[in-house]
């Protein structure tokens, strides 16, 4: 197991998440390699620590814009029946009111959304594992970033590990964390940052929409995940 860290170009601005991590994004390379949610949850190959993963957030790097951009589209009420998507509410219930139709608007429903973009030269990541699988992993399986990657955003381009002396994939020389990391994960783990006090409760381990997999964390301040060219 090496440090390295695991740098992507892109050719389209970005939808972000909040917290993009590098496992998750190798989640989903595992996932579509072979259609298995074992293997894409516990065949990371990343080094793990009480149960966290050694990848750290998106991070961009490079001349970088914050933009908002606008998608309307018209969509038909027999492409949005409930019944082809997964209940979102934890009683089993569909939350997403969007897909409700006012009769006025008959079988077509115009939609407008509105998205933060973020343009920049590339993202990288810091990572502590097998840094060749990963990067012929996310090479092989993943072609956008971020939210809305099927209508062209956060395409990618080429994928570069470059091998580096320390660890930085779960908080940086100062100290300070570099991707969520529970809070009581966070006091056990050597040259951490003591008086750190940034918080949110948000998912830590793929997968990262699974309830159970939401805790009090320690993050990353939005300030280190930009670094100027």
């Known amino acids: 197991m090496n440090s390295f860290i695991l740098s992507i170009e892109l050719s389209a601005p970005?939808?972000?998440?909040?917290?993009t991590t590098l496992d998750a994004l190798l989640a989903v390379a595992l996932y579509r390699q072979h259609r298995?949610?074992?293997?894409?949850h516990t065949q990371i190959p990343l080094n793990n620590s009480y149960g966290v993963w050694h990848g750290s957030c998106l991070i961009h790097y490079g001349d970088f814009i914050h933009n908002r951009d606008h998608n309307i589209c018209s969509t038909l009420q027999r492409d949005i029946d409930p019944y082809l998507y997964a209940p979102t509410g934890?009683?089993?219930?569909?939350?997403?009111?969007?897909?409700?139709f006012e009769e006025?608007?008959?079988d077509v429903r115009s939609r407008a959304d509105r998205?933060?973009?973020?343009?920049?030269?590339?993202?990288?990541?810091y990572g502590h594992g097998d840094g060749e699988q990963c990067r012929t992993l996310i090479k092989k399986n993943i072609f956008g970033i971020g939210k809305k990657?099927?209508?062209?955003?956060?395409?990618i381009g080429r994928v570069h590990i470059t091998p580096i002396e320390e660890d930085l994939s779960l908080h940086n020389e100062k100290g300070e964390p570099m991707r969520p990391i529970p809070n009581e994960i966070w006091h056990q783990l050597p040259n951490r940052k003591k008086s750190y006090s940034r918080r949110d409760v948000t998912g830590w381990k793929p997968p990262y929409w699974e309830p159970s997999h939401r805790a009090d964390c320690v993050v990353p301040s939005l300030f280190r995940r930009f670094i100027p060219s």
């Open 14 to 19: 970005i939808i972000p998440s909040p917290y």
């Open 36 to 40: 298995d949610l074992t293997i894409a």
């Open 90 to 100: 934890e009683d089993g219930s569909y939350q997403k009111t969007a897909f409700k």
């Open 104 to 106: 006025k608007q008959h």
């Open 115 to 125: 998205y933060e973009t973020i343009a920049s030269e590339g993202v990288f990541f």
């Open 149 to 155: 990657t099927n209508q062209g955003h956060g395409a």
